[in-house]
């Protein structure tokens, strides 16, 4: 963005033009110099753009020395206002065009132009249509996931039997390890 200010001066109609991929942001008017209040006390200030043209605004020496806009132009237009005596200053920035860009690129300029060299070199396009899967291929895809779930069930199941032995062994620790059994029995081999 870059400072854009334009002095119109008394009776004179100023036309601005955007430079190309540029707009023109109007954000601010303010009235000139004034020597005599009372001669600057009603300043219409005109736009044209092509044919039509509109009073953006009104100022005033005594209660209104400037106005606010928000006016963004990308094309030729024309600034004015009514105060026989004085200048009105307009101000605001300039900005690259971003739709510009995307509209001027002449992307339609290089599609066509690749359509033609693929045509010249011969490369041709696979049908989708055309193409059906394999149903032998795509069977062992479904057995290899039904296999992985097996699996993963099966270790959840070895997890949960291990999980149980643990709970077991942790129910043996009560019982005294040695030759003897629960209840007296001996599993020495000696009777």
């Known amino acids: 963005m870059e400072f854009w200010g334009v002095e119109v001066k008394a009776g004179q109609t100023l036309k601005v033009k955007p430079e190309l991929f540029k707009l023109i942001h109007v954000s601010q008017a303010a009235i000139g110099e004034v020597k005599d209040v009372k001669e600057a006390k009603y300043v219409p200030l005109?736009?044209?753009?092509?044919?039509?043209?509109?009073?953006?605004?009104?100022?005033?020496?005594?209660?209104?020395?400037?106005?606010?806009?928000?006016?963004?132009?990308?094309?030729?237009?024309?600034?004015?206002?009514?105060?026989?005596?004085?200048?009105?200053?307009?101000?605001?920035?300039?900005?690259?065009?971003?739709?510009?860009?995307?509209?001027?690129?002449?992307?339609?300029?290089?599609?066509?132009?690749?359509?033609?060299?693929?045509?010249l070199n011969g490369k041709l396009e696979a049908d989708v249509k055309d193409v059906k899967p394999d149903a032998k291929k795509s069977a062992p895809v479904k057995d290899a996931k039904n296999a992985k779930v097996a699996e993963s069930k099966k270790e959840a199941e070895s997890d949960e039997d291990d999980s149980d032995d643990e709970d077991d062994s942790e129910d043996d620790s009560d019982v005294p390890l040695g030759m003897d059994g629960p209840e007296g029995m001996d599993f020495s081999g000696d009777s």
């Open 46 to 119: 005109r736009l044209t753009v092509g044919e039509n043209s509109y009073v953006i605004g009104t100022l005033s020496a005594e209660d209104r020395p400037q106005l606010m806009f928000d006016l963004v132009f990308e094309k030729e237009f024309e600034l004015s206002h009514g105060w026989k005596n004085g200048s009105v200053h307009f101000i605001g920035y300039t900005a690259d065009d971003p739709s510009g860009d995307e509209i001027d690129s002449g992307d339609d300029v290089f599609s066509d132009e690749e359509n033609v060299l693929e045509a």
